[in-house]
Structure formats: C-alpha cells, structure tokens
C-alpha cells in the first residue's frame, strides 16, 4: 500500500447525517411534549405550597407577637419594627416575604367569625375564590 492512501483512509472523520440529526431532533421534540406539561403543572402546585410555607411563617411571628405585646398587631409590618410595650422583635428575619405571585399577604385582626386574625392570598388571578392555582388560600 502507499502511504498515500494509509494517510487518506485515516484522516477521514466520521459525523452525523443530516438525517440522524433530523430523527434525533425529532424524538427530542416527541419527549418534550410529554414531559413539558407535567412538570409546568408542578410549577403551580409548588407556588401553592411555597404560599403556604411563608403564610406559617408569617402565622409563627404573629403568635410570637401576640405572647410578648398581649395582642395581634394592626398590621403585618409591626412584625418588623414597634414602639408596643414588650415589643421584643423584629419577628422576621427579613421584610415582609411577598407572596408567590408578587403580591402583599392579606392580614386581617381581628379575623372574621371568632378567629383571632386572618392571613390570606388570592392566588394566582388575584381575585377572591377561584379553583386551583387561582384559589385563594386562608390561614386561620
């Protein structure tokens, strides 16, 4: 054999099709669109349960509140800074959490039917009721 073709036959490179890549492309595309709407579906559910988590949070410092001052505060940002006798605080770490969808809790004290003080959001359409994501969630 001549050294010319040992060297053409071992420079050759090797590389995909423009087919390969085609039915590669496609069965990525077919996993996408079986994956993709379950795991968006998790986003919402896991917004719902972060609301939670800080509405507890939030629910933790107002108890807190209430054994060192005697009563609910008017507003969820005495929870941070006040001049009440026995204030003892801040009660958060930080300011006030937002909640998952970028708005201010809703803290109402005192709370309606006997409780001492509400702490809601509306969800993800910002209005009352709703199902699902858009539910509003109340902590009592």
Known sequence: MSSNSLSTRGNRQR?????????????MGLLMSLVAPTMFSKVGSSK????EAQMQMIATALDV???????YPASLSQLRAD???G?????????LPLDPWNREYIYKA?????????LR??????????????????YQ
Do not use: H
């Open 48 to 51: 719902i349960k972060t609301a």
């Open 83 to 85: 001049d009440q006798t």
């Open 65 to 71: 509140y209430r054994l060192d001052v005697g009563s």
């Open 87 to 95: 204030w003892d605080g801040p009660y958060l770490p930080r300011d």
């Open 121 to 138: 959001t509306l969800g993800a359409d910002g209005q009352e009721g709703g199902e699902g994501e858009a539910a509003e969630i109340i």
């Open 110 to 118: 005192p709370g309606d039917n006997g409780n001492p003080y509400n």
């Open 15 to 27: 590389g995909f099709t423009l087919m390969e890549l085609l039915i590669v492309i496609v069965i």
